[in-house]
């Protein structure tokens, strides 16, 4: 398996860097699949830090991040959610798609995060916790037209006072991404199936597809070339069977656009 390194295309690193120095917590802002993860792990692996990290959803509630009481043989514990545990401990916290989360979830969110960087634990002794001065906070959002995703309150949106903007990268990086993780010198198929993801990102952007690939796809793309899958197959698998699922008017749209691409 090959194992590829962060090409930091954005300068994003640098920007966590500074943050980091500065004790601000950063928001890093995006469609899916544009590596937003890929940074804040390789942001943490560079500082040497532990990462703990969340993934938001509607199913998120405020005990995945306070904690919740437990009761063995009699005995009434709690155990704290990642939330307070990353305070305590002084770690990196990674709050992923936190635009999807609930209002009361947001809201204890933000006691935690405003300048006193302390959570009242009024689930269990009601014990304050102060997160250790080394405590750092990075938080993703999907852009307002994925769907789930709802706008962050003011006040929250201000706990994340350094903004990164990470799009889709141009065509000549994303080929120096997905080229670290295929072992095939391969570059005019490998660019065809780079300029069909942009193709369709570009037509969900202004709405005529459902869909936008994201950089796994093109990855993904790469990694059956490298199997003696071909060129046309790889981008139906790939890109293609995904658009039957709203129709066969969608999925014929997208298959005229890989045939006038690859060929019949």
Known sequence: MIQASYLDWNNSVPILEKAYDAGLFALI???KGTGKTSLVREFAKRKGAKLESINFSLRTRESHLIGTKTLTNGTVSFDEGLLVKSMREGS???LD???????????????????RRQIALKESTGEIVNAKDNWFVI????PLTHSGTKELPPQLLSRFPVRISLEYPPEDIELEIVKKY???????NLRQGIKLANTLRQAAAVEELFYSPSLRETIAFGKLLDRKVSPKEAAVIVFGNVYAQWG???YQKVSDIITSMFGN
């Open 97 to 115: 798609e936190i635009n999807s989360a609930e209002a009361d979830v947001l809201l204890r969110l933000d006691e935690a995060l405003d300048d």
């Open 139 to 142: 938080a993703t959002i999907n």
């Open 29 to 31: 802002i995006g469609p």
């Open 92 to 94: 990196m916290l990674y």
């Open 182 to 188: 295929v072992s095939e010198d391969n570059d005019s």
């Open 248 to 250: 066969n008017i969608e």
